[in-house]
């Protein structure tokens, strides 16, 4: 069990009824739960369970698409690498559904990283709209655009912005907003108890709170007339919870309240969270615009036609709304907005580059395209060897006499390029990806 702050201890216990203490305090002598959810963007849940490495999988009541597990470890199956499932914790997939993303919305996830409710939007939007990924810390963004990439998601653009920024630019831009803000964590002291409970003080209470209100009042510029924001935390602390969302309508009278819900380790399984959804009046006044325009995309005559060329020979889909920037060719969303003036990760699907006189294809062409969609594929089974000896970075065997760029799959999933040519495949998994 681990050694909780005293002053955490006395917190909760003045805050919860007599005869729920002892429960309470009694889950942290427990494991933590664990969980993951399934992709849609690439396979659907009853499919992924019939060839599932997990055989204990048991389902998370509050998201359609999630699962309980008690595997030890989650992230090395080939099936994690193809994007098919995303390791999360199990409460923390409560808020993301409270949105209601639809296909075509704006939608924002302002402080997104790692990324996994933010993929979860993604997943309800199927590839429709825009969805803008932001975390304003450098190294947790380039996990998020991973993440991205990985699972395969065609309409999102990954920012590295402050929120501040953001809200400049983007007055009543956005549908939907979902706001995960950084908090004090006592959700995780049992999935994280080192760094959850040697950061947790009162003092750091008070200062995600806030920092909490700094981010939310930024949020409200973005959103709509009408719009729709959920704030969730990973944290039981009322100042951060429901005191924040109350003072958040105090200030903004603009903003009413439609429900809230608070999960707590001993009465649902999961670690704890905290999610209110809001909703901006439709008579609220609307919000500048700023300096965002709609994007033209451009792309050069070379550019284009080296790329359809490529199509042609080695893809069984067509790529629409093309542009090209410092010699990468991209498929942005459509009605996508100028990023000039932002720092973008990713927009859309980078395709490749020209590079050398010929078409180069990128990793996360082929992580959001299905087998299918190439015109030829090479496929192993998860378990077979020559496909784990690959995502280590080698080369695999092809009997079958192809020529020129395919896919690679774990059973009928793509894992990434190889270009065949003498009975080899040779492997085209960035180096940084390789397990």
């Known amino acids: 069990m681990p050694d909780l702050p005293e002053k955490f201890v006395e917190r909760m216990k003045m805050r919860l009824p007599a005869q729920e203490r002892e429960a309470f305090f009694a889950v942290y002598g427990k494991p933590p739960y664990k969980g993951i959810r399934v992709n849609p963007l690439k396979i659907s849940a009853p499919d992924f369970l019939r060839i599932s490495p997990f055989p204990d999988l048991r389902p998370v009541p509050w998201e359609e698409n999630g699962f309980y597990t008690e595997a030890e470890k989650t992230g090395g199956h080939p099936y994690h690498f193809a994007g098919l499932y995303y390791s999360q914790e199990p409460s923390a997939m409560c808020a993301a559904p409270l949105l209601d993303a639809r296909p075509g919305e704006r939608v924002l996830d302002l402080c ?45 653009v990954v920012l590295n912005e402050s929120p501040a920024r953001l809200s400049a630019l983007f007055g009543g831009y956005f549908d939907k907003i979902l706001v995960d803000a950084p908090c004090s964590g006592e959700g995780m002291f049992r999935k994280n108890p080192e760094e959850a409970i040697g950061e947790w003080s009162e003092e750091n209470v008070k200062m995600c709170a806030a920092r909490q209100a700094e981010i939310l009042d930024e949020a409200a510029k973005m959103l709509r007339p009408g719009g729709r924001l959920v704030y969730s935390t990973c944290t039981f602390s009322e100042e951060e919870d429901e005191g924040q969302v109350f003072d958040y309508i105090k200030r903004h009278p603009e903003m009413r309240l439609l429900k809230s819900e608070k999960l707590l380790p001993h009465k649902a399984a999961g670690e704890g969270h905290f ?9 609220a006044e609307d919000g500048e615009s700023g300096a965002v325009r709609a994007l033209r995309p451009r792309v050069s005559r070379e550019g ?7 199509e042609k020979e080695f893809l069984r889909v067509r790529m629409e709304n093309l542009h090209e920037a410092g010699g990468m060719l991209y498929a942005l969303p459509e009605g996508i907005f100028d990023w000039k003036d932002l720092r973008v990760l990713r927009a859309g699907v ?9 078409f180069e294809p990128s990793h996360s062409l082929a992580m959001c395209l299905k087998a299918g969609e ?12 020559r496909l784990l000896r690959f995502l280590h970075g080698e080369t695999a065997e092809d009997g079958r006499g192809q020529k020129g760029w395919l896919a690679v799959c774990a059973d009928g999933f793509p894992v990434g390029w190889g270009k065949a040519g003498g009975g080899v495949v040779k492997n085209h998994i960035p180096k940084g990806l390789r397990v």
């Open 275 to 283: 999610a209110a959804l809001i909703q901006k009046e439709e008579s």
């Open 350 to 358: 980078r395709l490749g580059e020209v590079k050398n006189g010929r």
């Open 112 to 156: 997104a990283a790692p990324g996994g409710k933010g993929t979860q939007l993604a997943a309800a939007m199927r590839g429709e709209g825009i969805v803008v990924l932001n975390e304003p810390v450098s190294a947790r963004a380039r996990i998020l655009s991973g993440n991205v990439e990985r699972l395969g998601v065609k309409n999102a």
């Open 374 to 385: 190439f015109a030829a594929a090479v496929d192993f089974a998860a378990e077979d060897g």
């Open 304 to 310: 284009e036609r080296m790329w359809r060329a490529f």
